[in-house]
C-alpha cells in the first residue's frame, strides 16, 4: 500500500487548508479504516481523526473537535482532512496513515510520507 499526502502549507491562524491523502497498491481487507495523525517538533505523533471505509465511524481528537473534518471517497482510494479555524498549535507534519478499525479501536497500519501543515500567528 502506497500512501502520498497533499495540501499542506502556510497558513494564517484562522484560515484553511485540506489535505488530501490517495492510496494506491494492493489493499488487503485487513484495511479498514484511515487515519490522520501529526508530530509536531519535539512531540509524539498523535492521532488526529479517523474514519472507516465501510461505515464512516470517525473519530476526533479533543483539541481538533469542531474545527477539523474527516472525510472519504472510496472510489478514488482517497482521505481528506478539512481543516478550519486553524491555529499555530496546529503546526505540525500530519501523516496519513491506513490501518485497521474493530471494537473501538484504531490499529496502525501504513505510513505516508507527510505533509508540512505551518500555522503562523
Known amino acids: 500500500v502506497q500512501l502520498v499526502e497533499s495540501g499542506g502549507g502556510l497558513v494564517q491562524a484562522g484560515g484553511s487548508l485540506r489535505l488530501a491523502c490517495a492510496a494506491s497498491g494492493s489493499t488487503f481487507s485487513i484495511i479498514n479504516a484511515m487515519g490522520w495523525y501529526r508530530q509536531a517538533p519535539g512531540k509524539q505523533r498523535e492521532l488526529v481523526a479517523f474514519i472507516t471505509s465501510g461505515s464512516g465511524i470517525t473519530n476526533y481528537a479533543d483539541s481538533v473537535k469542531g474545527r477539523f473534518a474527516i472525510s472519504r471517497d472510496n472510489a478514488k482510494n482517497t482521505m481528506y482532512l478539512q481543516m478550519n479555524s486553524l491555529k499555530p498549535e496546529d503546526t505540525a507534519v500530519y501523516y496519513c496513515?491506513?490501518?485497521?478499525?474493530?471494537?473501538?479501536?484504531?490499529?496502525?497500519?501504513?505510513w505516508g510520507q507527510g505533509t508540512q501543515v505551518t500555522v503562523s500567528s
Open positions: 496513515n491506513a490501518g485497521h478499525y474493530s471494537g473501538g479501536y484504531y490499529g496502525l497500519g501504513y
